[in-house]
């Protein structure tokens, strides 16, 4: 559904991405992990327009290389970036009023489907997202995203600063929209075990570069990488 191809991204002259390329199948979710700094957040960001880049980015086919990140959105995009970059003094409706921007036809109907999807977004809808959880930010974060009903869910780092029982809710919802919509997911991670908990394949990336490939299965038999990634 989405292709990749021999991405490299830009901060001015420092080049943060070399020559990436992967792929998503319709339906798919797929995990990108790598440590601090190794261009998790400038890949998601390069896909939605939001970085310098070079290389092509292909959706359904159609070549979408270059385009801003509002007809990302458009294309059927939905993006819930690292650190969230909510507005904290704004309710967690308005909050999810932001992301609907392009939707504004079917905003009730997104509403309501994000409210299935987080009960406690609908119970808490008045309240400031500065006075949340951590977990609720989250959801709030992905509910945002999921205000314009996308095809495909960029996710960075859900689970960062969250404990394990709440992470393990994040990965339950992301299951669901997977198994319930066909969702199809890229999510990047340094928690691995959640990676590998929803992921059918994983790219490893280091230093801007993808240094391996392949389901959690494949992955595991490189003793190398079993023990810097998967605790084995
Ligand atoms: N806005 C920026 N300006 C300059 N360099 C950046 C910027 N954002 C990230 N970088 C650099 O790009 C590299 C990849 O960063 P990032 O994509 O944030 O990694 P990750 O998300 O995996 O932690 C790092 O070397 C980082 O310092
Ligand atoms: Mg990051």
Do not use: W
């Amino acid at each position: 559904m989405i292709r990749v191809e021999n991405l490299s991204a830009f901060y001015g002259k420092a080049q943060a991405l070399r020559d990436v390329s992967l792929h998503v199948d319709e339906g798919e979710t797929i995990a990108i992990v790598g440590a601090n700094g190794a261009g998790k957040s400038t890949l998601l960001d390069s896909i939605m327009g939001l970085v310098r880049n070079t290389g092509s980015i292909t959706m359904d086919g159609q070549d979408i290389t270059g385009r801003k990140p509002a007809d990302m959105v458009r294309m059927g995009i939905g993006y819930a970036p690292e650190r969230f970059n909510l507005f904290p003094h704004m309710t967690v409706r308005d909050n999810l009023l932001v992301g609907a921007y392009t939707a504004r036809d079917e905003i009730e109907k997104n509403m309501a489907a994000v409210h299935r999807l987080f009960p406690r977004l609908a119970e808490r809808e008045g309240q400031e997202t500065s006075t949340q959880s951590g977990g609720e930010r989250q959801m709030v974060s992905l509910g945002r995203a999921l205000m314009t009903n996308p095809r495909v869910l960029l996710v960075d780092e859900p689970t960062i600063g969250l404990a394990p029982k709440v992470c393990v809710e994040i990965a339950e919802v992301l299951k669901r929209l997977s198994a319930e919509r066909g969702l199809t997911v890229i999510v990047t991670e340094q928690n691995t075990n959640f990676a590998l908990s929803l992921a059918s394949r994983l790219y490893v990336l280091e230093g801007g570069h993808v240094t391996a490939e392949g389901t959690a299965d494949e992955l595991s038999k490189d003793d190398q990488l079993a023990k810097s990634y998967f605790g084995a």
